[in-house]
């Protein structure tokens, strides 16, 4: 079977002999697959209620695990965004009812931030949808196939986040 990228990649090979276009293969179809999923994604989660910065923002306390509370400073530094971004952030989630802010017994100077009763169940009824939609999106793998899509995944991830890509990237 072909796609619309063997094509653009025979093209290349054709007009330019002289160029390694193998990338292409990969790339651009990750660039493809990309848009697809980020728009699956997009769609699941307002069908379940939610939005990508929320679900963010509370799986990232749902994981901390009981009491499902992190500092302020910890949950700017996981979701990688500006201190007044998490701020606004978590307004909009405490307007909401799904986290509350309070001081550190420990340090009053130090906001920590915990999931609600309503934040916990919204998280976990939008994590089980999830990933019962993206199952969907991994049908044409077998299980071995995931693993092993998983596996050269994370080598390539690594090998980005190391910084072994350069300075280009």
Not at 3 to 27: F, H, N, Y
Not at 111 to 134: C, F, H, I, K
Not at 136 to 145: G, I, T, V
Request: glycine share 8%.
């Amino acid at each position: 079977m072909r796609d619309a990228v063997d094509e653009i990649q025979e093209a290349w090979a054709r007009e330019r002999p002289d160029l390694d276009v193998t990338s292409i293969g990969v790339i651009t179809r990750l660039w493809r697959l990309a848009g697809h999923l980020e728009r699956a994604r997009r769609a699941g989660l307002a069908q379940l209620g939610t939005d990508a910065a929320t679900l963010d923002a509370l799986a990232t306390l749902r994981r901390a695990g009981p009491p499902h509370r992190l500092r302020a400073g910890a949950m700017q530094r996981a979701s990688l965004l500006t201190s007044g971004a998490i701020s606004q952030r978590l307004d909009r989630l405490e307007a909401g009812g799904l986290v509350r802010r309070r001081p550190d017994r420990a340090d009053g100077r130090v906001v920590m931030v915990e999931l609600t009763a309503r934040g916990r169940a919204l998280v976990d009824e939008a994590v089980s949808g999830l990933m019962d939609q993206e199952r969907e999106l991994l049908a044409p793998f077998s299980a071995a196939d995931r693993r092993t899509l998983a596996r050269l995944l994370r080598r390539w991830l690594l090998w980005f986040e190391r910084g072994a890509a350069g300075p280009s990237a």
